[in-house]
């Protein structure tokens, strides 16, 4: 069975940096399509950035130039490096993937969310 274990979240000074990896473990015939999502208490869950197989990437407008979404298709590992961190950029980080186990059956998949807080 498919798991994405997430990594890299904590506690960071406004300006500062993270980088959340997050790996796609188990069977996997292809992954279609990697993101990152993030939920603030009280928020709906919102897009930060995508990477689909093959194609360009694409960003929230509140963390373009920002963050940068990048992955390692030999490790099935998507990554979200996080530059001049915001105390708005705190929420739980969730991995968002669209992957197959076998072909023809794409199945959407989350990990387990880590925790992302921009304080001083």
């Known amino acids: 069975q498919v798991q994405l274990v997430e990594s890299g979240g904590g506690l960071v000074q406004p300006g500062g940096s993270l980088r959340l990896s997050c790996t796609a473990a188990?069977?996997?015939?292809?992954?279609?399509?990697l993101g990152w999502y993030r939920q603030a208490p009280g928020k709906q869950r919102e897009l930060v950035a995508a990477i689909p197989s093959g194609g360009s990437t694409n960003y929230a407008d509140s963390v373009k130039g920002r963050f940068t979404i990048s992955r390692d298709n030999a490790k099935n590992t998507v990554y979200l490096q996080m530059n001049s961190l915001k105390p708005e950029d705190t929420a739980v980080y969730y991995c968002n993937a669209h992957l197959s186990e076998r072909l023809g059956d794409l199945r959407d998949y989350w990990g387990q969310g880590t925790q992302v807080t921009v304080s001083s």
């Open positions: 188990g069977s996997i015939f292809s992954i279609a399509y």
